[in-house]
């Protein structure tokens, strides 16, 4: 069964990418879905289960009609320094085109993914 708790708290208490990564991983998380037009993640188990989490951020802006790969790329280095929170984050990379992203934990990356099916891979600098 999912550990539900686990989830909650690496959403809840803000904690950097690679903690979150790091108690995933010990829950046997293999990768999580974000929908960023439905403003859901869904987490997938290694055993099958699936557990879906709404992201509650205020004042999202419209979903930016083109993808800047530059710009997303940018928005990435500033919350890896640790510049601005994910909520942040979330409404800089949906104002730059982003309409969903996937995090492959056992494939050390991301990726994000425009309106038309364009896609931006980032492989964790850990």
Do not use: W
Request: glycine share 6%.
């Amino acid at each position: 069964m999912i550990n539900i708790a686990v989830i909650q708290e690496c959403t809840d208490k803000k904690l950097p990418f690679p903690e979150v990564i790091k108690h995933l991983t010990e829950i046997g998380i293999e990768r999580y879905y974000t929908d960023l037009t439905k403003m859901e993640k869904i987490f997938y188990a290694q055993n099958g289960e699936t557990y879906t989490e709404r992201l509650l951020i205020d004042s999202m802006p419209k979903m930016g009609e083109n993808f800047n790969k530059d710009k997303i790329i940018e928005t990435l280095r500033e919350i890896q320094r640790g510049e601005i929170d994910y909520s942040t984050f979330i409404r800089r990379i949906v104002s730059f085109g982003t309409v969903s992203y996937t995090v492959y934990i056992d494939g050390k990356h991301v990726v994000y993914v425009g309106r038309k099916g364009e896609t931006y891979i980032e492989h964790f600098p850990f």
